[in-house]
């Protein structure tokens, strides 16, 4: 069987939510949308359940398929629907939906609800992605809170710059919304996991952690705080010696400069991994650092081995413990998001 394995240690996810609704101080949302960014939405709500004061998820069928396996927490959807039905699976699934457009707020009201539903009313603070502008805030809420219908409502906003702590964004989207929201009663939501980690003023009544759950800095590099919760790894299923100045893969892009032990393993850009960190990429060769050599191919690639490796039948991690993802991320010109939610054809593993 092919020996690509995605490794999910749920102990660590466990722990990452502790440390972060420590961090936090208030409750916490475990955000499994895109399929826990990757990682197994299901398996994930399981391990969290007990943990978690709410999950969130994109869209109305993810949130179905975690009901449907037996996950009773509240779960908010954040992108709301998208269209007026889909109210009823809302209604059905006792869902929180965001609103945070006009037409999903008068949809909203005009549904014939069987019982009150909770409601995440969005402001636009400064994204200009979705939500009210705060201009319009007010009026969004006082329609709610006119609806017989409507339970709790939650007043939350997305922050653009989080993870750029330099930025003076974060500062002017806090202060929008605060503003917006003076006379207006209830629980707030601001901090995303960069947010949550670097923004206190951002630490409000409700906590949505996305990225750092899964073990990931935000802001890059490595947080001790965190543990990965993903560990991709293959084996190296043959190996050569190629003499100096011998080329390497498509478009003999690489050359080796000495005599070089060369590793094939199995992952390749249709497994998820990026085409664009190519050579220079980090691995790790039975734990010890290494890198890729050559092009990515769609099912292979090529990494150095050290001369004291034997190679054949070893165990190359291509991100967890001691490859950072951030690291691929940046090799490849992309972000950590996409690699976790891109990886396809391994095998998954899940480590209670």
Not at 18 to 23: D, E, G, S, V
Not at 174 to 192: W, Y
Not at 304 to 321: I, K, N, R
Request: charged residues 20%.
């Amino acid at each position: 069987m092919r020996p690509l394995n995605a490794q999910i240690r749920l102990n660590n996810l466990r722990h990452n939510y502790q440390t972060l609704k420590k961090i936090h101080g208030n409750k916490l949302l475990a955000v499994l949308k895109a399929d826990a960014y990757g990682h197994g939405a299901v398996r994930c709500a399981h391990a969290l359940t007990d943990l978690a004061d709410g999950f969130a998820v994109a869209t109305a069928a993810e949130a179905v398929e975690l009901r449907e396996a037996g996950i009773e927490n509240p779960i908010v959807l954040l992108e709301g629907v998208f269209d007026a039905g889909e109210y009823t699976l809302v209604d059905q699934y006792r869902l929180w939906p965001a609103v945070g457009s006009q037409w999903q707020l008068e949809a909203l009201v005009a549904h014939d609800w069987q019982q009150p539903v909770d409601v995440w009313l969005k402001m636009d603070s400064g994204m200009h992605r979705a939500g009210f502008f705060p201009h319009n805030y007010a009026a969004a809420f006082t329609a709610l809170k006119q609806c017989k219908n409507i339970g709790n409502i939650v007043k939350f906003s997305h922050f653009a710059c989080a993870d750029e702590p330099e930025n003076g964004m974060t500062g002017m989207q806090l202060e929008a919304f605060d503003l917006a929201c003076e006379g207006l009663a209830g629980e707030e939501s601001l901090a995303n996991s960069a947010a949550m980690l670097n923004v206190p003023a951002a630490r409000r009544d409700w906590g949505r952690a996305g990225l750092a759950l899964y073990g990931i800095s935000p802001f890059g590099g490595l947080d001790e705080r965190l543990r990965p919760v993903m560990r991709l790894t293959t084996r190296i299923f043959a190996e050569r010696v190629l003499q100096p100045h011998s080329p390497i893969g498509y478009g003999a892009t690489f050359y080796t400069s000495k005599s070089t032990r060369v590793g094939l393993i199995a992952c390749g850009y249709a497994d998820g991994y990026p085409r664009r960190a190519s050579t220079n990429s980090p691995v790790a060769v039975e734990g010890k650092r290494s890198r890729v050599i050559g092009r990515v191919s769609m099912d292979m690639m090529t990494v150095e081995l050290d001369a004291a490796q034997e190679g054949l039948g070893h165990e190359v991690e291509l991100w967890g413990d001691t490859v950072n993802i951030n690291e691929v991320a940046e090799a490849a010109g992309t972000i950590p998001y996409e690699l976790m939610c891109n990886v396809k054809r391994a095998k998954f593993t899940y480590y209670e």
